[in-house]
């Protein structure tokens, strides 16, 4: 197994950095939904069960989303080259997140397909 460069920590840090903040916003969501539907029953025309319910079906997909992201960073960090991939989807959806994400996400391609020491720790 090749030597890990110190990009692939530094990103792989990053990418659990957000994980953890996104699952926190999905379990805040998936827990809350019931709080927020409460005080939207008179803007929104709609039972507060369905408003609650919603709320459950988002948080859950969300911190489904940020699992499934921290077990791919895990395997980026493992130096797994489908990693590499999946992040690189990823960070392609990312570009859209302007400005910093845009920023961000930019670095992050450019050190997965052309820094050189990571490049070579993928082959």
Wanted: net charge positive; hydrophobic share 60%; charged share 10%.
């Amino acid at each position: 197994m090749a030597e890990r460069p110190t990009a692939v920590t530094v990103i792989s840090v990053i990418y659990w950095i957000f994980c953890g903040i996104g699952a926190l916003a999905g379990l805040m969501i998936l827990f809350g939904g019931s709080l927020f539907a409460g005080m939207l029953k008179d803007v929104i025309p709609l039972p507060v069960g369905v408003i609650a319910g919603l709320g459950a079906i988002i948080g859950g997909v969300i911190l489904i989303i940020e699992i499934f992201m921290a077990w791919v960073t895990y395997q980026f960090y493992l130096l797994k080259n489908w990693a590499r991939i999946v992040l690189t989807v990823f960070c392609a959806i990312g570009l859209l997140s302007f400005p910093i994400g845009t920023i961000m996400n930019g670095i992050f391609l450019y050190l997965f397909w052309g820094y050189k020491p990571v490049r070579d720790a993928f082959k």
